[in-house]
């Protein structure tokens, strides 16, 4: 399509990340506009849908994925709603943008890979929108130069204030500790070869069934070691950080930015309260990113092959959880469309 017409995108799920995606779309990235939001709760998708009077709201996909003047996919529903979904778009020969995760296990997963490789090219790309942040990117970039050695090992660090109701234990690992599997991913190069989760004293903010904090271990094919503490009742507010260390220095990022004030005898600045607070540069980044390859026919970002590497990494975490044991994380050899 033509780089001066808007792409026209449905966006399916009009929960907190769809609603903030047609927010996005219709009023902060040029290039796009929502021609349809579909969930299965219609009132929910026209509230997001009262945006612009332009949107058309529907409760099932099939009521507008076949419209002539529409051109791309966000999927935005809960994820165990995407492998039937995806097969569905993928038939269709339209871009998307997959939030995570691509799907929920492995086995799954690995079925949009071998649906998109019949199709012969790349059609998703999954929301992983850590790696469209800049300092991210700044790190990667020092991974790939080698300017500071090699790297050696990655304090992560991941708090949420806290979960809302029915997070599950399990989801730490593969809800929240999924970004972090995808990130070392995407700044080592590298896959995980192994997962271990240790679990120490547990905050008195946790909900019954879950153990929280959880300080997950990762071992990449080639030995760089990353710690990452996972801590998704912290109270004050959302953080995530990384420090880096390679032969030659070590690298932080994720630290407190923003204007410092005094002010009522204290020094200081804001704390981030979710992750639209601390990602949303990094989702506009994203969502135009995939816009403007989408316009070109083209998909960047983290694929299908990125989404089920995730997913294996998430299996490995939760097995860890339930018996202490460091678990090798198995992988199916990498396609040729992904190399
Ligand atoms: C949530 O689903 C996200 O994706 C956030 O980035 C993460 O910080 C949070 O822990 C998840 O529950």
């Known amino acids: 399509m033509s780089t001066d ?94 939030e995570k995760p691509l799907t929920p296990d492995s086995g799954s997963s690995w079925k949009i890979v071998e649906a998109e490789q019949r199709k012969g ?36 660090a991941h708090r949420n204030p806290d979960t809302p109701p029915g997070f599950t234990n399990e989801m730490l690992i593969h809800d929240s500790v999924v970004h972090e599997f995808d990130a070392i991913r995407f700044l080592t190069g590298e896959e995980i070869k192994s997962v271990q ?6 905050t008195r903010h946790a909900p019954a ?18 710690d990452v503490e996972i801590f998704v009742n912290a109270q004050f507010g959302y953080q995530v950080t990384t420090e880096a260390v390679f032969e030659k220095g070590i690298v932080n990022i994720g630290g407190d930015t923003g204007p410092y004030a005094r002010t009522a005898g204290r020094w200081g600045g804001k704390v981030a309260q979710s992750f639209i607070d601390r990602f949303g540069a990094a989702f506009d980044a994203e969502v135009k990113s995939w816009v403007d390859a989408a316009k ?5 970002g983290p694929t299908a092959w990125d989404g089920y590497a995730a997913a294996a ?21 990498k396609p040729e469309m992904y190399r």
Request: contains cysteine; charged residues 25%; hydrophobic residues 45%.
């Open 121 to 156: 090219r790349k059609q998703i790309q999954v929301g992983f929108m850590r790696r469209f942040d800049a300092d991210y990117q700044h790190l990667r970039g020092l991974f790939e130069s080698g300017e500071l050695g090699q790297p050696l090992m990655l304090h992560c």
């Open 197 to 202: 989760v240790r679990l120490g004293r547990c």
């Open 5 to 98: 017409t808007n792409l026209r995108v449905i966006i399916i799920g009009a929960g907190r990340m769809g609603a903030d995606h047609v927010e996005r779309l219709t009023r902060r990235i040029a290039g796009a506009e929502v021609a349809a939001v579909v969930d299965i709760d219609l009132a929910r998708a026209q509230r997001a849908a009262e945006l612009a009077p332009s949107i058309v709201a529907a409760s099932d996909i099939d009521q507008v994925v076949n419209r002539e003047d529409v051109d791309a996919v966000v999927l935005a529903t809960p994820g165990f709603l995407h492998e039937e979904a995806l097969l569905q778009l993928l038939e269709r020969d339209l871009p998307i943008l997959c």
């Open 209 to 226: 069934g879950q153990h929280d904090p959880q300080h997950v271990l990762i071992e990449t094919e080639s030995g760089v070691l990353a």
């Open 313 to 333: 990494c998430c299996e490995a975490g939760v097995a860890a959880q339930k018996n202490g044991e460091r678990v090798a994380v198995c992988l199916r050899p």
């Open 296 to 300: 070109r026919g083209e998909i960047h």
